[in-house]
């Protein structure tokens, strides 16, 4: 069941900030974001585990609410290096052992 | 030092044709996949391999034939192309074969079929 992806598109100027969410119908055990820049591979940012956990990653940050089966992914302080589209991936509980990605957020970041 | 490669980076080529396409992981991940993402940047898995052993086959055509010589090294064959194979095809590899564990993507691998 692939996750679903909110908003489809954003558009920043530099030093704003930014939320997507990632919401499944499927208890989930696991969730991952990754950023592909135009033209190259995705990039792994973070993986959240089943625990209502919260990580970061310089100035992008990440929660998991399991309860309600949703992952958001927040961007403090846009560069312009923030640019690209994010994908969530999400791993259902039951031991799939596979990533189901969500449609992408194409995220643009503006002078 | 590149962690996942793949070859060739372009393969152009024409319908009814069979390609070969190679990936190499220099990580000493366990697991490897293929995914494909297609025009409108849908990334979907089709394969993955812990170990040399298939563990996940996707609902893919039975024209696509990965092999696993070694755990560093996926290959994707695919035989008797159609044009709805026009797409990149990603290689990845992580540390194990669960989905908790990052995984690391080779630069793709952009299959035009005219």
Redesign the interface.
Known sequence: QQPVQSPQAVILREGEDAVINCSSSKAL??V?W?R?KHG?????LM?L?KGGEQKGHDKISASFNEKKQQSSLYLTASQLSYSG?Y?C?T?TQG???????G??TKLTVNP | DTAVSQTPKYLVTQMGNDKSIKCEQNLGHDTMYWYKQDSKKFLKIMFSYNNKELIINETVPNRFSPKSPDKAHLNLHINSLELGDSAVYFCASSQESQARQPQHFGDGTRLSIL
């Open positions: 055990y696991s991952h990754y592909q190259e591979a995705p990039v792994f993986i585990l589209t994908f991936g791993e031991g799939s052992e596979k990533l189901v990605f449609k992408g």
